[in-house]
């Protein structure tokens, strides 16, 4: 039976556009781990606490290398660390609570769903691949399609320039302070989660907070009929 002319269906977003690490997939222990295995290699380590601020960011080895004086050229590190991390997605990516259940209810729900990560495509490719999600989304953008990385609204302009929507009319799932301000910028509404390793880090001003996604209902994101 059609439904009556009158009732419509009202969504709050147009689309929805996740981060990936610490959203979708546990990434940050695989990269914390990797960045103290090569400074390992110098004699040096990086505590959780100092590696906070350059979560989320894309100059993170730039940034290390200027801020801890670290000796070695930037080649080094950016030679050496894709293939060590391609590695740690492929084996040992694990999904973060909720985050494969609630991606799957917003695809059957026909809401448009997207990444912006800014971590490399290969990456993206098989930390998605290994929760399961490597088909769930219509578009996914990561750093190795914009030049500018989070804080910079780059990665976001673009995710909703190829999902066809504005981005005041996506919401941005985030979890560190770097993509909440990226999204911001973008003029999205962002709303955070929260990770073993953003617990106590001071966020931007998102719009909501989570602890995971399983404390999101969806009904606040695609709207109910009116």
């Known amino acids: 039976m059609a439904p009556p002319p009158w009732r419509i269906n009202l969504s709050a977003f147009a689309a929805v556009v996740f981060d990936m690490d610490g959203v979708l997939v546990d990434g940050e222990p695989l990269h914390f781990r990797a960045v103290n295995g090569l400074l390992g290699e110098e004699g040096r380590s990086i505590s959780l606490e100092q590696y906070k601020p350059y979560m989320g960011t894309k100059s993170g080895w730039q940034d290390l290398i200027r801020d801890f004086g670290l000796s070695r050229p930037y080649e080094h590190y950016a030679s050496r660390y894709p293939g060590i991390l391609l590695e740690r997605y492929r084996d040992e990516a694990e999904a973060l609570p909720g985050a494969v259940q609630f991606v799957r209810k917003l695809r059957d729900a026909g809401m448009p769903i997207a990444v912006a990560s800014s971590s490399i495509s290969p990456w993206v490719e098989a930390a998605l691949a290994r929760i399961g ?36 009319d996506c919401l941005a799932i985030e979890d560190a302070p770097a993509g909440i301000e990226s999204a911001h910028a973008a003029g999205m509404t962002c709303w955070a989660v929260r990770t073993e390793y953003t617990r106590g880090l001071a966020l931007p001003n998102p719009d909501r907070e989570f602890d995971t996604l399983n404390d999101i209902s969806i009904d606040d994101v695609i709207g109910v009929a009116a």
Do not use: E, M, Q, W
């Open 133 to 168: 999600l490597g088909d769930a989304f219509d578009i996914t953008v990561t750093g190795s399609d914009v030049t500018a990385g989070k804080p910079d609204p780059a990665i976001y302009l673009l995710a909703a320039k190829r999902i066809g929507f504005a981005p005041g």
